[in-house]
């Protein structure tokens, strides 16, 4: 009785439970921090603040002030008496609840502290912790407690089931040995459950922190390329008006021009008419004397009309420029510089280098290899080419190095491959062997390729293949090197742009492109 009233002491007479940080109001009464908080709070809009236990009016929100020595007693209570948090009551304490402090399972019966010390102490009598559940604590054949477990069918049992029962001649052990050895490999699954957790969330951690770095460089390369290609539509504006000026102005110079050819033809044909008109009249006039003196002394007139006046048309049509039509040669020269500045600027700006220089190494083909005449397209030739035995040229595989090689900075080049044959497409290091199997694109850590074998699409490198899905749907193929980052990009250039993979690794020598065909393959080299 005494242990039910002082818990009615100590409960908050808001949450009806045992205090949590316990404060008191002015007028001495006490609740937990968190409840009284929150009904202040509720009467913080009328203006008003009264003591939900005597209804006491406060003009201002109260000040609360911690009961420390309540808290003390709060916390030497739950202890002792903290088995109602089982939800298990003592048996005999019928007229009030008082949290059990054992259990007794010869009785099936809870017991508080108080009727704990005058229950029996008999070995029959076995106490555990508080509980409700009495079925699963004995033996459903003999009602006999369960004691024992027998290790060979991983069951608890009781005295008669290890003498008479079906587990007779079982290994069996103590309950608390056995649960000992469970726990202890409990205790191991757990450490090792643990361990794995830690790792999880590390590896969450780790991705969530990877999204929000892709999330950020999305964002500054969106800026970045934004402001690019605003930059770039505001120089093909300023080409656009430097374009249409030079037209204009070529169009005001050559008419004009004209006009001024115009002018003096049109002066040089009131002349003709002036002249034809006094020759007609002196024509018609029938005195021979008049028509020949006349011709003296109009001497200028028939002599410029027997010798031809074209002179001034023939001078006037020499300052027309050729074919009297605008210098479309300068206008095209003014655009194509234009757009090549454009060009070298945004090359400057995304830091890559489009090598349109790649070509062929003869001296390096296969003899299986036909090297076009351009040195831009490699195929496969049953024929034996008879090219001379170097130590450049490749002697297992029909492959072939480009001229140039990479040893810095960012290059791209694009590469059109035939639906036929079997052909791969790369790069590799200059002292890749050219006899062997190791000499082959990909047979090795010194190359790394594209393969397409019987229409599969594979990377490659070190004897190491990664199948891609699906195959190409386009027949040409983009490479990006980042020779300083150690990345090697493979795109197929269909619509959109397709990413095929990354070989991310730490280049260490110069690179070359490298070409394979075989079966009636081709590549050709487009920039």
Known sequence: MASADLREELTCPICLSLY???????????????????????????????????????????????????????????????????????????????????????????LCDTHLRVHSKSEEHVLTEPTTSWGNRKCYKHKKLLEYYCTEDAACIC????????????????????????????????QKLTTKREKT???????????????????????????????????????????LSEITRQQEQVLLTISDLIQQLEKEEDELTRKMSHIEELYNMTDPLTVLQEQESHSDDFCGAEKGDNEVTQRGDKQVPAGGDLDEGLISVTLYRGLADIVTDVKR??????????????????????????????SCSDINQQRPVTPERFTVYPQVLSTRSFSSG??????????????????????????????GIGNSNKSWCLWSYNKRLYMTHNTIRTSLHPPLSCDTVGILLDYEAGRLTFYELCDPIRHLHTFTVTFTEPL??????????????LR
């Open 201 to 243: 969330e590390k590896r969450v951690q780790s991705l969530q922190e990877h999204r929000r770095g892709v999330q950020e460089k999305a964002a500054g390369v969106t800026e970045r390329l934004t402001a690019l290609i605003r930059d770039i539509r505001k120089q093909l504006e300023d080409l656009e008006k430097r374009v």
């Open 20 to 110: 949590t940080d316990p404060v008191t109001l002015r007028c001495g009464h006490n609740f937990c921090l968190g409840c009284i908080e929150s009904v202040l709070g509720t009467q913080e809009g009328s203006g008003v603040y009264s003591c939900p236990e005597c209804r006491k009016r406060f003009s201002n929100r109260p000040e609360l002030q911690r009961n420390l020595k309540l808290s003390n007693i709060v916390g030497c209570f739950i202890p002792t008496h903290e088995g109602a948090h089982s939800g298990v009551f003592c048996t005999y304490c019928v007229h009030s609840p008082v949290p059990a402090a054992k259990s007794c399972l010869m009785c099936e019966a809870s």
């Open 512 to 525: 070359h492109a490298v070409f394979y065909v075989w079966r009636g393959a081709w590549v050709r080299i």
């Open 349 to 378: 700006e995304i830091y890559m280098q489009v090598t349109s220089d790649i070509l062929l190494d003869i001296n390096t083909a296969h003899n299986k290899v036909i090297v076009s005449a351009d040195l831009k397209t490699a």
């Open 410 to 439: 960012r290059h791209y080049w694009e590469m059109q491959i035939s639906k036929s044959g079997n052909w791969c497409v790369g790069v590799c290091y200059t002292n890749i062997e050219r006899g062997g199997v190791q000499s």
């Open 159 to 190: 005295v008669s089931c290890s003498l008479a029962g079906e587990h007779r001649g079982h290994q069996v052990e103590l309950l608390n040995e056995a649960s000992e050895k469970k726990k202890k490999k409990l205790r191991n699954v757990l």
